[in-house]
């Protein structure tokens, strides 16, 4: 797997990172280093090899259906840029 | 066969597929302990974890899960003993973790099917390809200010089972069957209380056409449906733009569009270079969730008695029409009231009652059943009295109608107004006699063949007894002495 300029392109707005476009060639290559040396995983035969999805097997914690959190707007709201009538407020977003 | 559409060049087959979003009903949201309440001050029912804030981790909802295999369950589809949580990424200003969990690869319901209504009474068999779990947005008002947007996080975590059916409908009808019965589904089981206009069940429909026979055409999705009449001018008017498309030599852009219901039209909403890529991978602060199938089987057992079954059993207990038994158990209410009605009672009587007299009354007063002034007892000893020859048929609407007004058993009523029928066949006899005696030639007329008069004199005699008279009795009596002459 080998990622170009473009494809590093998408992937910058998607994460909605701006990069400069000298940029991009660059970290397309620091990127195509990470996926290589991820890549010599699949020199590992995991054929029927059920994927671990933690380290130590144990059951997630749940909670019960509880209302015991929220009733704190204030608190919420305290890091926005904006606010208005209890509400964050964000440049106009139409569809 | 009759679902085709005509083009100017020949017929086409709709094909549509629905996703379904419903909100679970729960107290908490799906990974926090903030309230979910419906119309609650802006931003009061948000905790850090929806509010995106970092290091919060989210903690699952057992009830929620609960309810999404219930509602499995009510699918009659797979329940998937493990799960994966995904997270869904995009930007989104009402979905402050930049990533929505939700499930992608393992979700904890799989393929089921639900059987839909169809108004001619006919069924149709509607795959479900998968339910799973996944949080709810934010909501944005574009209509406080002229240039921001305001943002509301209440419904941000709050829990929703994304529904996707199969492709199976190949008509508007259809597509309103199948949300209409899913809907009466959820309500049954308690999993969502299907409120379209608070938005807590609302669709989008994936539609296509093609030639009758042939492979699938290319697909629009239709997002956000908030109304089943919204969402079948939606469909009709994407389809018949669809063809128009096609026939004119073009091709469907996949696509995601709006309804404007304003205009009854769908139009574009997100150009094709932003083009969704959310990139999912299994949520790192999330386990998989496990389900014991001991678990899955308790709850399977506590489910109570569902629409299609329910509707089964009157048509073969009560010998109900597949129509009006699908109109009866709808709602679970409903059918509750039906039963107590029919239960030891005429059960063609009953329905007939419930569906005419009550359901138009309710309707006309824009009252809901649980609003009735009459109460399904009160209704059954209603018909108990036309049963027992206490009052005719024709009386009974009257009372009836006297007891929505006024709340009153009917026996009262019939005692007050003195409506009692009259079975006294000596009465009877005398009224027969009299209007008789009255009118001579009109007998004459009636023993030289003109045997239709028969029912002038019955109106005669019940317009005489104020509706009284019982009309079987009368009926027999003047056969008896009109025909004595012959």
Request: glycine share 8%.
């Amino acid at each position: 797997m080998s990622l170009d300029k473009d494809t590093v392109r998408r992937i910058a707005t998607l994460a909605r990172i701006r990069v400069d476009e000298d940029a991009l060639e660059p970290l397309a290559g620091e990127l195509n280093n990470i996926l290589g040396w991820v890549e010599q995983l699949n020199e590992v035969d995991t054929e029927g090899v059920p994927s671990m999805t933690s380290v130590v097997e144990t059951e997630p914690f749940k909670r019960s259906d509880t209302v015991d959190d929220g009733g704190k707007a204030e608190q919420v709201l305290a890091n926005a840029p904006e606010e208005a009538e209890q509400f964050f407020v964000v440049p106009k977003v139409v569809e | 066969m009759s679902d085709l559409l005509k083009g100017r060049t020949g017929e086409w087959e709709m094909v549509i597929g629905l996703e379904v979003h419903a909100q679970v009903i729960a107290d908490a949201k799906l990974f926090s302990g903030a309230a979910t309440d419906f119309g609650a001050e802006p931003n009061e029912q948000v905790s850090f974890v929806d509010a995106g804030m970092p290091g919060m981790l989210p903690v699952l909802n057992e009830a929620c899960v609960e309810q999404a295999v219930r509602t499995g369950l009510a699918l009659n589809a797979e329940i998937n003993l493990q799960s994966i949580f995904a997270r869904k990424n995009y930007f989104y200003p009402d979905m402050p973790q930049g990533y929505q969990i939700s499930q992608y690869e393992d979700p904890i319901v799989g393929e089921g099917e639900i059987v839909i209504d169809l108004p001619d009474g006919e069924t149709r068999t509607i795959g479900i390809e998968r339910l799973h779990m996944e949080q709810d947005a934010g909501k944005s008002v574009h209509d406080r200010h002229p240039t921001k947007t305001y943002i509301d996080l209440n419904r941000s975590g709050v829990t929703l089972m994304e529904i996707v059916s199969k492709p199976d409908m190949r008509s508007a009808e259809q597509a309103a069957a199948y949300v209409t019965k899913l809907r009466a589904i959820l309500r049954y089981i308690g999993s969502c209380d299907g409120n379209m206009q608070e938005g807590s069940l609302r669709a989008d429909a994936n539609v296509s056409v093609r030639r009758p026979g042939e492979a699938l055409g290319t697909r629009c999705e239709i997002k956000n449906l908030n109304s089943i009449r919204f969402m079948r001018q939606a469909i009709d008017y994407e389809a018949a733009r669809q063809i128009e498309i096609i026939e004119d030599g073009s091709e469907i852009e996949q696509e995601t569009r709006l309804f404007d219901s304003g205009r009854g039209e769908t139009r574009s909403m997100r150009s094709k270079e932003d083009a969704h890529d959310y990139r999912y991978f299994p949520d790192p602060d999330l386990l998989p969730l496990r389900l014991e199938q001991g678990y899955v089987d308790a709850l399977k057992a506590s489910l109570p008695e569902l629409p299609e079954a329910k509707k089964q059993r009157f048509m073969e207990a009560f010998g109900l029409s597949a129509y009006d038994a699908s109109v009866l158990v709808a709602e679970r209410e409903t059918a509750d009231y039906f039963e107590t009605v029919a239960e030891g009672r005429d059960s063609k009587l009953a329905a007939n009652w419930v569906m005419s007299e009550l359901f138009g009354s309710l309707n006309k007063a824009e009252l809901s059943l649980s609003e009735s002034p009459v109460s399904a007892p009160s209704l059954g000893g209603l018909i108990d009295l036309i049963a027992d020859g206490t009052i005719s048929g024709r009386i009974a609407k009257d009372v009836f109608a006297d007891m929505f007004e006024t709340g009153k058993p009917a026996a009262d009523i019939v005692e007050e107004k003195g409506l009692k029928q009259v079975s006294d066949s000596g009465a009877l006899e005398a009224a027969v006699a009299e209007v008789m005696g009255a009118n001579p030639d009109r007998v004459a007329d009636y023993r030289g063949g003109n045997h239709k008069l028969i029912g002038w004199f019955m109106g005669q005699i019940m317009k005489a007894s104020g509706g009284k008279a019982n009309p079987q009795m009368v009926n027999q009596l003047l056969r008896e002495k009109l025909d004595a002459g012959d």
